[in-house]
């Protein structure tokens, strides 16, 4: 069965600092991979995603994340944080039609 | 409209009401999700129709009710719910060929149960 873990569940960060977010998956074969941002009183909205080709994705809202089978980790980053990047944040792996969803992080943003 | 849309965001209901909630989505896509975010726990997939034919139930409880009478709606039908049922209720839909779709979200619909 697969599964995602999201080690921290709350993260706080300077604004202008980076920021790195931690996702680790189980699944068997090859991962379809995923992040989501949740803005409080919104739906999920995908960042990026992963299936196969170059490990290193660009998503929306300068995110990025890479993909490193030996660790099985999809660890979200994001150079320079913006306070409207507080959100909660949500890692999935997929399987055919469905979707795993990790715990989710919740990202603080202090001026 | 664009994207999926939910109706109503917000519900307050008794335990002894009926409702129900709607869900729309203007993507073309051909299968549908009904989600269940309670606060501190991941998200819990309840149901999934692919081409209008349920696929999927994570063995929810029968006082929930889903209907999808086309590829673009889905409703979740709600009758004698308890208050551990109050939660944010996410549809979302995506396009299935091969391998995996990403999914996209509604705004959700916020319901509490008295």
């Known amino acids: 069965a697969q599964s995602v873990t999201q080690p921290d569940i709350h993260i706080t960060v300077s604004e202008g600092a980076s920021l790195e977010l931690r996702c680790n998956y189980s699944y068997g074969a090859t991962p379809y991979l995923f992040w989501y941002v949740q803005s409080p009183g919104q739906g999920l909205q995908l960042l990026l995603k992963?299936?196969?080709?170059?490990?290193l994705v660009q998503g929306i809202k300068g995110f990025e994340a890479e993909f490193k089978r030996s660790q099985s980790s999809f660890n979200l980053r994001k150079p320079s944080v913006h306070w409207s990047d507080a959100a909660e944040y949500f890692c999935a792996v997929g399987n055919d039609y469905k979707l795993s969803f990790g715990a989710g992080t919740t990202v603080t943003v202090r001026a | 409209e664009t994207g999926v849309t939910q109706t109503p965001r917000h519900l307050v209901m008794g335990m002894t009401n009926k409702k129900s909630l709607k869900c729309e989505q203007h993507?073309?896509?051909?299968?549908m999700y009904w989600y269940k975010q309670s606060a501190k726990k991941p998200l819990e997939l309840m149901f999934v129709?692919?081409?209008?034919?349920?696929?999927e139930n994570n063995s929810v409880p029968s006082r929930f009710s889903p209907e999808c009478p086309n590829s673009s709606h889905l409703f979740l039908h709600l009758h004698t719910l308890q208050p551990e049922d109050s939660a944010l209720y996410l549809c979302?839909?995506?396009?299935?060929?091969?391998?995996?779709?990403?999914?996209?979200f509604g705004p959700g619909t916020r319901l509490t149960v008295t």
């Open positions: 992963y299936f196969s080709g170059d490990t």
């Open positions: 129709y692919n081409f209008k034919e349920q696929t």
């Open positions: 993507l073309g896509h051909n299968a």
């Open positions: 979302a839909s995506s396009q299935v060929a091969q391998g995996v779709a990403e999914q996209y």
